[in-house]
């Protein structure tokens, strides 16, 4: 168990929908990453925030959009969803902003799986 | 260029040891690390190395860099069944932006035969 927590594990919803995707980093980290897992693109990273701003953005679409509580749980809203939205989509957090380097590391959720029909 | 290759797929033999490897492009990669994803599982961190070693160590699992080659490799010693999973190398950089950000590569799938 990383201790990062994401809901709902997972979710089947129709084309043109809208969706928010829940999670709870682990205890103490500041933090959070969104990351996409799908068969055609692989894992690829989303968007970062640290302290409730947004600290990097990556292959996000602008359907997408993310934002990070002041209780630092963080949600990820997909609108106008299609098909090709379908995917693994992963929460993780870190202590720092630059964890990768402070010697902190990223642990990840397990997961929502997201279905569009 | 941010870019991160791996081998689709591995099998070996239960006992032998299994050696997945990677390969990056981007130079100024300071971290590199090695996720494990079992079946309808998240993401389990492994094991991670600095750029400025050469080799770590952790029980069963020996990650080799050689930096020169953008070349990263993780060994599994005596490989059991329950190491059946997708492994993904990912690379950490430090850009102007100074970001957690991970590039990973596509995950090789390790098939362990009884």
Same mark, same amino acid.
């Given at each position: 168990?990383? #201790?990062?927590?994401?809901?709902?594990?997972?979710?089947?919803?129709?084309?043109?929908?809208? %969706?928010?995707?829940?999670?709870?980093?682990?205890? @103490?980290?500041?933090? %959070?990453?969104?990351?996409? /897992?799908?068969?055609?693109? @692989?894992?690829?990273?989303?968007?970062?925030?640290?302290?409730? &701003?947004?600290?990097?953005?990556?292959?996000?679409?602008?359907?997408?959009?993310?934002?990070?509580?002041?209780? =630092?749980?963080? &949600?990820?809203? *997909?609108?106008?969803? &299609? =098909?090709?939205?379908?995917?693994?989509?992963?929460?993780?957090?870190? $202590?720092?902003?630059?964890?990768?380097?402070?010697?902190?590391?990223?642990?990840?959720?397990?997961?929502?799986? *997201?279905? %569009?029909? | 260029?941010?870019?991160? &290759? /791996?081998? =689709?797929? *591995?099998? %070996?033999? +239960?006992?032998?040891?299994?050696?997945?490897?990677?390969?990056?492009?981007?130079?100024?990669?300071?971290?590199?690390?090695?996720?494990? /994803? +079992?079946?309808?599982?998240? *993401?389990?961190?492994?094991?991670?190395?600095?750029?400025?070693?050469?080799?770590? /160590?952790?029980?069963?699992?020996?990650?080799?860099?050689?930096?020169?080659?953008?070349?990263?490799?993780?060994?599994?010693?005596?490989?059991?069944? #329950?190491?059946?999973?997708?492994?993904?190398? $990912?690379?950490?950089?430090?850009?102007?932006?100074?970001?957690?950000?991970?590039?990973?590569?596509?995950?090789?799938?390790?098939?362990?035969?009884?």
């Amino acid at each position: 168990d990383s #201790g990062v927590t994401q809901t709902p594990k997972h979710l089947i919803t129709a084309t043109g929908q809208r %969706v928010t995707l829940r999670c709870s980093p682990r205890s @103490g980290d500041l933090s %959070v990453y969104w990351y996409q /897992q799908s068969l055609d693109q @692989g894992l690829q990273f989303l968007i970062q925030y640290y302290n409730g &701003e947004e600290r990097a953005k990556g292959n996000i679409l602008e359907r997408f959009s993310a934002q990070q509580f002041p209780d =630092l749980h963080s &949600e990820l809203n *997909l609108s106008s969803l &299609e =098909l090709g939205d379908s995917a693994l989509y992963f929460c993780a957090s870190s $202590a720092s902003y630059r964890a990768p380097f402070s010697g902190n590391t990223i642990y990840f959720g397990e997961g929502s799986w *997201l279905t %569009v029909v | 260029g941010e870019d991160v &290759e /791996q081998s =689709l797929f *591995l099998s %070996v033999r +239960e006992g032998d040891s299994s050696v997945i490897n990677c390969t990056y492009t981007d130079s100024s990669s300071t971290y590199l690390y090695w996720y494990k /994803q +079992e079946p309808g599982a998240g *993401l389990q961190l492994l094991t991670y190395i600095f750029s400025n070693m050469d080799m770590k /160590q952790d029980q069963r699992l020996t990650v080799l860099l050689n930096k020169k080659d953008k070349h990263l490799s993780l060994r599994i010693a005596d490989t059991q069944t #329950g190491d059946s999973a997708i492994y993904f190398c $990912a690379e950490s950089m430090q850009g102007s932006s100074n970001t957690g950000k991970l590039i990973f590569g596509q995950g090789t799938t390790l098939q362990v035969k009884p």
